[in-house]
């Protein structure tokens, strides 16, 4: 089973509203953290946001905000007030504590298109 | 700080030729870690290394090799390159015991096996 699963290959959202991107997660690893990367044009990776699987609140970095639904293994990235500069790849990551490496398995990410 | 620096940035191989990717990072960190991403996909680990002296294999090592001799460099070898090897590369690192370990992420080498 995929460890990561990012079921929207792309999406489209107007500018100034609101995008949801999906992310769901396989482990059975109690300790493990989630993470959000942006990947635009340029190649880069950006991390963005962080959510820790002992955290008991949803974790927020200025107009990212990640949803974190445990029993659903759900951590779905939301951008609020959407900007032409938000147009890139996302990709969800999971890093399993119990790995001891802390590398991260990532998604095939999603291709989001901000829409003017 | 410069952060973790990668070179070359792009690099054109003939099948079984070898090369070595260079990886430096300048913020003390132990851990490092070598991912590929082919096109349309995710990261994968290739290989990765918790302190100088020590590495070990990720998902995807085949036909890679590496060392870490400092905590400073990570390069990644690639002996016989083969056109499955045709990817960009990513060189990371973190640090051990920080709040949630994030990863940071070089530039990126673009490299093509024809």
């Known amino acids: 089973a995929q460890k990561i699963t990012q079921t929207q290959p792309g999406m489209f959202v107007q500018e100034k509203e609101a995008v949801t991107l999906d992310c769901t997660y396989d482990?059975?690893?109690?300790?493990?953290?989630l993470f959000w990367y942006k990947q635009p044009s340029s190649g880069e990776m950006i991390f963005l946001i962080y959510?820790?699987?002992?955290?008991?609140q949803n974790a927020t970095e200025g107009r990212y905000s990640l949803n974190f639904q445990k029993a659903r293994k759900s951590a779905n990235l939301v951008i609020s007030a959407s900007q032409l500069g938000d147009s890139a790849m996302y990709f969800c990551a999971m890093r399993e504590t119990g790995a001891g490496s802390y590398q991260l398995t990532f998604g095939k990410g999603t291709k989001l298109s901000v829409i003017p | 700080n410069a952060g973790v620096t990668q070179t070359p940035k792009f690099r054109i191989l003939k099948i079984g030729q070898s090369m070595t990717l260079q990886c430096t990072q300048d913020?003390?960190?132990?851990?490092m870690y070598w991912y590929r991403q082919d096109p349309g996909m995710g990261l994968k680990l290739i290989y990765y290394s918790v302190g100088a002296g020590i590495t070990d294999k990720g998902e995807v090592p085949n036909g890679y090799n590496v060392s870490r001799s400092t905590t400073e460099d990570f390069p990644l070898r690639l002996e016989l390159a083969a056109p499955s090897q045709t990817s960009v590369y990513f060189c990371a690192s973190s640090k051990q015991g920080a709040s949630y370990n994030e990863q940071f992420f070089g530039p990126g080498t673009r490299l093509t096996v024809l």
């Open positions: 913020m003390n960190h132990n851990y």
């Open positions: 959510q820790g699987s002992y955290d008991q």
């Open positions: 482990t059975s690893d109690p300790s493990y953290g």
